[in-house]
């Protein structure tokens, strides 16, 4: 079900992602609100690497539209906490390129489950 070229590309590209996640989380400060919005994020963000892989071993393209598009839904929310995160003031700079690379990896797995949605419609 993967696309040639990019799996392990994509692999390590999300495992960066949240590797970066994680760093920015435990920078965070230590009151209680960074810290619930923090726990949030790298919930989300960590989920997204984790869905990708299992997405690799998929039975069938339903099965990888499943995990490609619960990737999808972790990407969102990731974007979100770090919207919270970023708006609060709890961390206004660190959050920018998080935010950058989710948006990119929403746009790739955005391309990658159209593209599995029309090779199911074909088949």
């Not at 400060?29 to 994020?41: D, F, M, N, S, Y």
């Not at 997405?55 to 995990?67: G, P, V």
């Not at 935010?99 to 790739?108: D, F, N, R, S, V």
């Amino acid at each position: 079900m993967s696309i040639p070229g990019r799996t392990s590309d994509l692999i390590t590209r999300t495992k960066a992602f949240s590797l970066a996640v994680i760093r920015f989380y435990s920078a965070l400060p230590g009151e209680a609100v960074a810290r619930i919005l923090g726990r949030q994020l790298l919930r989300s963000a960590t989920s997204v690497g984790a869905q990708y892989r299992e997405a690799q071993r998929a039975k069938s393209i339903s099965d990888f539209l499943s995990k490609t598009e619960g990737a999808l839904q972790e990407l969102d929310e990731a974007g979100y906490w770090l919207e919270l995160i970023h708006d609060s003031g709890i961390d206004a700079v660190g959050t920018t390129p998080l935010q950058a690379e989710a948006k990119q990896l929403l746009a790739i797995f955005v391309a990658i489950t159209r593209k599995a949605k029309a090779n199911k419609l074909a088949r």
